[in-house]
């Protein structure tokens, strides 16, 4: 069985030094209806007191969840880094918020009403454990809410970003390259059902929502190049694919200097039917 050490240990350093970078680069972004990811997320739980967040990061998610009085709110994540700034927000004060992995979480059973997860999910390895813990924390008929990233729109330029990206990584040493992250099955509805029905989640509801992160070019640049994939590019490689990158863009930029650029998440949804495997 893999233990998901070395994608964990590059997730901790990763982050030690972009602490916020998750919801720097996407907590701007915004759907149709004019919400961020991270609004919706929240938006899903409006009934629940008792919420774990699986992957806080900085807290961003959890601060949104706070602006409901009387909430009992809750994070976990592999980075002391990310912890440390979301200990620093005043709204977090009262909230338990621990270092450690979604595979071994520590709570109790019947923790939480409802556990929330904003772009995390899926690069957690054995996930089948991590679907088992959230199971134990959460009370029979407790909501599980995650936002996958779901790739680019199209006709965009996050989507020649990525094209740029791929070329790069092709002429990479593998030294340089991340580790694979994540169980793929958390990218697709029918994967997730088959991941989380076993723990004993109802099917999964499933939505596909347009998050735009139109803008300068310098503030799309710094949203794309906030990807894992660029971490342990040398400076050298991560100034070529800047340059190419503004050149690939220059015939979308509209007068106003603005560049198009979206993504788009994968909403999943689901509750609790029994007790979780004990
Ligand atoms: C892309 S960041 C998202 C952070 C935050 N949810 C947000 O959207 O701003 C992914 C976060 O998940 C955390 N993470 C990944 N795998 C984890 C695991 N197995 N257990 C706990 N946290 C994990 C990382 O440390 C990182 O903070």
């Given at each position: 069985m893999t233990t998901g050490a070395p994608q964990e240990a590059f997730l901790q350093a990763f982050h030690a030094e972009y602490p916020a970078v998750t919801a720097e680069a996407f907590g701007r972004g915004r759907a149709p209806d004019g919400r961020s990811s991270y609004e919706i997320l929240c938006d899903q739980l409006a009934g629940s007191t008792r919420v774990l967040d699986l992957g806080c990061g900085d807290g961003l998610l959890l601060e949104l969840l706070a602006r409901r009085a009387g909430r009992q709110l809750a994070g976990v994540d592999l980075s002391s880094h990310s912890l440390a700034l979301a200990r620093c927000r005043p709204k977090l004060s009262e909230a338990k918020l621990e270092e450690g992995r979604a595979q071994e979480l520590p709570f109790a059973d019947d923790s939480f009403d409802a556990c929330a997860s904003h772009m995390?999910?899926?690069?957690?390895?054995?996930i089948e454990q991590v679907a088992a813990e959230v199971a134990r924390v959460l009370s029979p008929g407790g909501v599980l809410a995650c936002a996958v990233g779901g790739g680019a729109v199209g006709g965009e330029g996050y989507e020649r970003f990525l094209t740029l990206l791929r070329r790069t990584i092709e002429e990479t040493p593998a030294s340089r390259r991340i580790p694979a992250l994540g169980d793929k099955r958390t990218r697709s509805r029918e994967g997730l059902d088959e991941v989380l029905g076993r723990a004993g989640f109802a099917a999964v509801g499933w939505e596909t929502v347009p998050i735009d992160l139109s803008g300068p070019v310098e503030q799309v640049w710094a949203t794309v190049s906030s990807?894992?994939?660029?971490?342990?590019?040398?400076r050298a490689t991560v100034e070529r694919l800047r340059v190419a990158f503004f050149a690939e863009v220059r015939d979308m930029t509209t007068s106003d200097g603005h560049v198009p650029c979206a993504f788009k998440i994968c909403l999943a949804t689901t509750r609790l039917r029994r007790a979780g495997p004990r």
């Open positions: 995390a999910l899926m690069l957690m390895s054995e990807l894992y994939d660029l971490g342990p590019l040398d």
